[in-house]
C-alpha cells in the first residue's frame, strides 16, 4: 500500500491554471497534488551569442524553488553564489524536453526562456515543470501567433513528464515525497504527444534493477503521460 | 489625476490570505492591488553564530523577485552570483522593521527568518512585504505559543508600511509601478500599531523636497498605515 | 551630557582639505573629527552601457573602509567577495545625493566616480562622505571647465549631509562612535544649498519614535548641515 | 557506416593501465580509443558533515577536463568561478554509479574520493570515468585491506558503463566524438556485474525515440558492458 | 640622465610618519617621493586554524591599492571577486619579508595582520610597503611590550627593501613610475638589518640581463637599502 | 648527503616526450624525476582586449594541479571559485618566462596559451614546467611555419629553469619534495640559451642568506639549466 493510499498506476490529482501572470507571455500555475509549480515564458528578441546570425532561435528554461517550499526551509541559491548541480541538471532537462518539440528555425531569432519556480514542493517538481512549461510555451505561441510573428508550425507536439519508481517491490506512478524517500529506484520519464522518448533517467537508489522492472515503470509511465497530455489539451482548447 | 485613477489618499485594493504553505510556521499571501508577495516564517533552533549564548532570539529577512514578476523578465541573481544592492537594502529594512516590534530576550535562542517572495509586482513591493511578514511572523509565533515555546508577549505591536510620492506636484499614497516611474519624489514609511515612527526613506528624484511636502507625505503615509493595521488584525483575529 | 561633552546641535570639529591627490581630476580629505574620509573624483569619457547614446552624463561613487579604520580590525570585503549590503546601501546613497545636484545632460556622455575610502572611522562616515564628495566633484568640474568641457551650470547647487539622533532623551547632532552605539534612533539628513531635502534616512534603533522627535532631529539637521556648506563654500572659494 | 569503421556493436580498442600514480591509494589510466582519463581514489578518515556520526562512510566523485583535452581548448573552470551543470552531473552520475556497488556502512567512517581527470577527450568520457573509476576504487579497497582497515565484503560487484546512440538509423555501441555529434539520440547505460541497471540515461537530441529503438540501446549496453566487465576483471587480477 | 634628474644611486625623498592611526596597535604613512603608503599592525588573540595549538604566531600581511591611486583610476578588486594574482603576489611577499625577522614562537598564539594600503602610487609600492610594515610592527610589538605579552626578543632585526633597475643601459636605484615603465629589467631586494638577504626578485622585461647587471644592481640595493634601514632605526628611537 | 642520494649540483633523471596530444599545436610530457607535467600549446587567433589593433601576439600560460599529484590530496581551486595566489604566481611566471624569448610582433594578431598541468608532483613543478612550455611553444611554432603563417626568427632562443637550495648548509640543485621542505632557503633562476638571466627568485625560508651563498646557487643553476637546454634541443631536433 503506497503512504498516499493511491493505486500503484494513479496520478496525484492534477490541475492546470492557465494565464496566471500579468506581464509573462505565457504562464500557468500546475499543481500535481501538493507540488505546485509556477511557469512563465518570456520572449526576447535576441538569441544567445553562440546562435548569433543561425537563423533559429532558442528555448531555454530556469528552475528554482523558494526556501520554504520544502519542509525544512533551504537556504537561497544566491547566498552560496551560484545554481547547485541538482539545479542545473533540471533546468538543463526541462529545456531540452522543450527543445525537442519546437521547430526552432521557424522560431526566428528569439529566445523564449521558460522559468520553473516550486512554490511548494512534494516529490515530482522537474516533471511537473516539464509538464507546466510546455503550457506557458504554447501561450506564448500564441501570443506570437496573434501578432504574426509565427505560424502554426513552429510547435510540433506536446510534452510531458512524470516520474515512476519501485515502492517496497511494486512499481508506481508519480511519486509524492514520502514515497519518493522510500523508493528503491526512480525513473523519470519525458514523452511527446505522438508517444516518442524524448529523455529517460532511471537511477537506482539501493539496488540495481533489472530489465523487467525498467520495463514496467516505462509502461506506468506511458499511461501517466497519456493522461497529462490529455489534460494540456483540455487546458490550452 | 492619477494614472490609476485613485484618490490622492487611496489605497489600492489590499488583500492578505492566510497559512498558504504547507509547511512554514506562518505564512501570507498579500496583495497591493497587482503586487503580490509571498511571505513565509520559518522558525530555526539556532541563532547566527555572533548571536550565541545572548540567551536573545533573532529575526531576519529574505527578499527575492521571481525572474518574470516584473514586466520585463529580470535575470536571477543567482546567475550573478550575490544578491544586488537593492535586494540587500530591502531585506535588510524587512528585518529591521520585525525586530522592532518583537521582544526579542523572550524569543529564546531561536531565530526566525521570513521570507518575502514577489510573485508579481506592480510597485511598492516592499511595503506589501513588510506588512505581510508581520501577518507570517504573527502566525509563527502563535504556532510556537500552542506549543508553549513562548508567551504572548513576545510581540510587542503590530508593524505595516506604505510608500507615498509626489506625483505631478500632489502628494498621493501608495504608489504603483506607472506612478512610481513618474513620481518627483517617493518615500517609504514604517510605522507601529502604537503611531511609532520605525522608519522613514524618503528620496527626491529629480528636485529636491520642501519640508512641507514631506511632512504632508508623512500625514498620507499615518492615514494608509492604519487602514494596513486594521487589515492585519482582521485578517489574524 | 553627551560623551563628547559638545552641545545637543554642535557639530565636530569639522575641517575640509582640498587638493591631496596627486592623480585625480579633483579630490578632498575631509575630517568629522576623528572620522576621517579620503574622496577622489575621477573622469572617464564614457558612461555605463544602459546609457550610451543618451547624450547625458553619469555621476557614481564607491564606497570602503580601510581595514584598521575601526576599532578592531575589519575584513576586507574582497575576501568575501562581494561589498556588503551595508557598502552597497552607503554607495547608492551618495551616488544620489550628488546626482541630485547635477544636470547631467549638460555634463555630455562622461562618468565621474566619487571614490570615499575611510581612512579613520568614528561615526558618521557616510555623511563625512557625502559632504567631502560634493568638493572633490566641485574641482573635477572645474577642471573640466578650465578645459573647456563643460559650462558653469553643471553643477546646481551644493549638497551636504549630517546624522542625527536621539541620545538618552535628547536630540542631537553629528553623533560620533561613541554616541552612534548608544542612541535610540538615528537619522541621517542630505539637503542642498537651497535648503531642498534630497534623502532622509531614519531608523529607530530600539525604541520606535515620535512625530515630535522626528521634527526635532531634521531641525537640527538643518542646522548643522547650513553650516557645512558655509565651510564647502570656504574650501572651494 | 560508422565514422570510425567500426561494426555496430563494436567498442573501441580498450585498456586499463594500473597503479599509475605515485601518491593515490588507488589509481589507472583507462582508455576508450583516443578518450583517456586518468583515475585516482584518494582515502580520507572523515566523512561529509552531513552524515558524521552514522557509522557508515561515503564515496564521492570529481570531474574535470584539461583545457586542451578537447579539439578547440575550453576554458578553465576555475576561472569561471564554479563547476558547470555539465561538469555536476557527470561528477554526481560517476559518484552515485560507485556508491551502488560498496557496502558503506562497512568502509566506516570514511571517505573515498575518486578523481577522473580527461586528459584527451574523444566522446565517451563518462563511461570512461565511470569504467576506470571503478579500477581505482578496487586498489583502493585493496590498499585498505592489506592495513585490516576493512573486510572483503566492502566491494559488492563491479560496476563499468558505455554509451550507445543512433548513428543515421543504425543503433551503434560506444560513440566516439565524431559520431556523437551526428547522432540522433544518444543514451549512457551504468550496469553492474550481476547486470542489474544502475543508471540509464537517454536523451534524444533531434527526434523523439521509439520504445523498439530503446530496447535496441539497451541490448548493445548489455554488450559492451560485459566486455568492460571482463576486462575490469583481467586489469585487477 | 634618469627622468627624476636623481644620480644613480639616490633613493627618492624618503619619510616615515608613525603612529598615524587612532585604531591600531602599530601604524605608520611611508613615503617613497610620490608613493605613498599607510601601514597599520593589528593584533589578535588567535593564530590561523592550521597554526592552532602549536604554540606560535603567525604575521600576515594584506595589500591594497586605493582606487584612484594610480595614473588612470583601476577597477576595485571586490566587483571583481578576489585580490588579483598581482595583489596576492605582493602580500605573500611583504608576510615572508616581515615573518623572517620575527620569532614565531616567542610571539605566543597570536596573529599580527599588517596592512598596506597605497593611498598613492608612483613606483615602488611594495618596497615602501616592506619597509613601512616593519615600523607598524615594531610599534605592535613595543604596544604588546608595554602590557607584558612579549619579551624583547621577538623582533630579531630589521628587514627594508627597495628597487632596482636598468634604465637605458645604466643600473639604477629606486624606480619610480617613469623610470620602471622604460626599465629594460627590474629586482626587488628585501634585505635584514645584519645585512643577510631575505628575498631577491629580478625580472627581465624585454632584454635578459646578464650576471655582472644583476651584481651591480644588488651591490645598488644594498646602500639603499642601508638607508631605509637607518631611517627606520631613527623613526622608531 | 641529499634524502635522494645526489650530488649536489646533480639534476634528478630528466625526459622530455614531445606530441603527446591528439588535439594541441604543441605538447610535451615532461619529467624531472616524479614531477611529471603535461604542456599543451594552444593556438587562437585573437589576442587580449587590450592588445587589440597593435599587430602584436601574445603568450600566456596556466598551470594547475591534479587533485592527487600531491602526497595528500588537494582540493581542487574550482570548488574554492578563483585560482590561488600560488598557482597565479607561477602562472605569471611561465608567461614571462616564454614572452622573455618570443618576438611577439612577429607572432601576428595571435595568442598562444601554454597549459601546464601537473600530473604527479614532487617538488620543482614549476621550472619542469617552463623547461616543458617551451617544447610545446616551439611545436606549436613548428606548427606555425609549416602553414607560413610565421617566419624562423619568431623564437628567439630557448629557455629553461630550475630550483636550487641550500640544504642543510650544502648549496644543492634541483630540489625534490623532500629536500625541498628543509631547505633553508631555496631559489628558481630562469634563463636562456645565450646564458642571460630572464628571472630570478629567492626566498629565505628561516635564515637569511648571505651573498656568497646566493652566487653558489646561481652557479649551480647555471650548470643545471645547461644540461636542460642540452636535452631541449635534442628533443625538438
Redesign the interface.
Known sequence: MRPSKRQPDELRRVSIERAV????EG?CLIKFG?THV?C?A?L?ERVPPWLKGQQRGWITA?Y?M??????E?TR????K?????RT??I??LIG?ALR?VVDLPRLGERQI?V?C?V??A?GGTRTAAITGAWVALYECIQWMKLRDMVKDDVLRDQVAAVSCGIYGTTPVLDLDYAEDSNAEAD?NFV??G???????????E??????ES?DEL?ALARKGIGELLQLQKLTVS
Chains 1, 2, 3, 4, 5, 6 share one sequence.
Open positions: 501572470s500579468l506581464h509573462a504562464s501538493n509556477l512563465t518570456s526576447e530556469e528554482s523558494l526556501p520554504r517550499a520544502t519542509h526551509r537561497r541559491e544566491v547566498t553564489g551560484y545554481p547547485s548541480g542545473q541538471e533546468q538543463r531540452r525537442a526562456t522559468d519556480d512554490i511548494q512534494d525513473a514523452m511527446t505522438a508517444g516518442g522518448i524524448v529523455e529517460v533517467q532511471g537511477t537506482a539501493t539496488v540495481p534493477f533489472s530489465q525498467f516505462m
